[in-house]
């Protein structure tokens, strides 16, 4: 299978834990992304990359929140402390950026994440 | 900042029915418009990317165009389907921001 994975596909924790979630992106895309989607919402940006360049971060990428994506090509997303309202699905996507390419973005399947 | 809304929030048709789902932006500078269809509790997938330079784009039963300068993006789907119940929704590149979705149900 060539396309976007996520690990673990479902976590439950309790409040106060620290999880980490982790995405590995079409081999050949430089960009990658993650989103976070309640239930009945559209997903919200969080943060993305080119190659291991983290370029941009949404407010709602609180202190608790951290990403990586050291070589250029799986990324990691944690998540310190949870608390009850980082409930959520979280998607990670991956696209090829540049001059002549039109940066069609493509999901993985997410991690669904369960705060007790 | 860009804000993004569709409508209708959902919409139940009998099978075969032509239809419409539109996606609304505030922010004529987008770059790119993509449609994805998502099923539930699943990830989103692809559906039609817009380029900036282009009007509209076509694959199989599904058709979408964009006006910038109204802010406005249709998908237009042609004689439906049970399999075609899922939420569509649209995103503007270069912002990363979603709509909230229309949610389809193709009735048999």
């Known amino acids: 299978d060539t396309g976007v994975s996520q690990d673990p596909r479902h976590k439950i924790t309790k409040r106060g834990q620290n999880v980490t979630f982790r995405c590995d992106p079409i081999?050949?895309?430089?960009?990658l992304y993650w989103y976070r989607q309640t239930l009945g919402q559209g997903p919200e940006f969080l943060t993305y990359?080119?190659?291991?360049?983290?370029?941009?971060k949404s407010r709602l990428l609180s202190d608790r929140f951290s990403a990586e994506r050291p070589k250029g090509s799986f990324s990691t997303l944690e998540i310190q402390r949870t608390e009850q309202g980082d409930s959520a699905m979280y998607l990670c996507?991956?696209?090829?950026?540049?001059?002549?390419?039109?940066?069609?973005?493509?999901f993985g399947p997410g991690t669904r994440l369960t705060v007790l | 900042k860009q804000e993004v809304t569709q409508i209708p929030a959902a919409l139940s048709v009998p099978e075969g029915e032509n239809l419409v789902l539109n996606c609304s932006f505030t922010?004529?500078?987008?770059?790119?418009l993509q449609w994805f269809r998502q099923d539930p509790g699943k990830g989103l997938t692809s559906l039609l990317l817009?380029?900036?330079?282009?009007r509209e784009q076509t694959s199989g039963r599904l058709n979408a165009s964009l006006d910038k300068s109204s802010g406005r993006s249709t998908l237009y789907i042609a004689a439906s389907q049970p399999g075609d119940s899922a939420t569509y929704l649209c995103?503007?590149?270069?912002?990363?921001?979603f709509g909230p979705g229309t949610r389809l149900s193709v009735l048999p």
């Open positions: 996507a991956s696209s090829f950026g540049g001059l002549s390419s039109y940066n069609e973005q493509f």
């Open positions: 081999s050949e895309h430089n960009r």
């Open positions: 990359f080119q190659n291991e360049a983290q370029l941009e």
């Open positions: 922010d004529s500078a987008i770059y790119n």
């Open positions: 817009i380029q900036s330079s282009q």
């Open positions: 995103a503007g590149d270069q912002n990363f921001v």
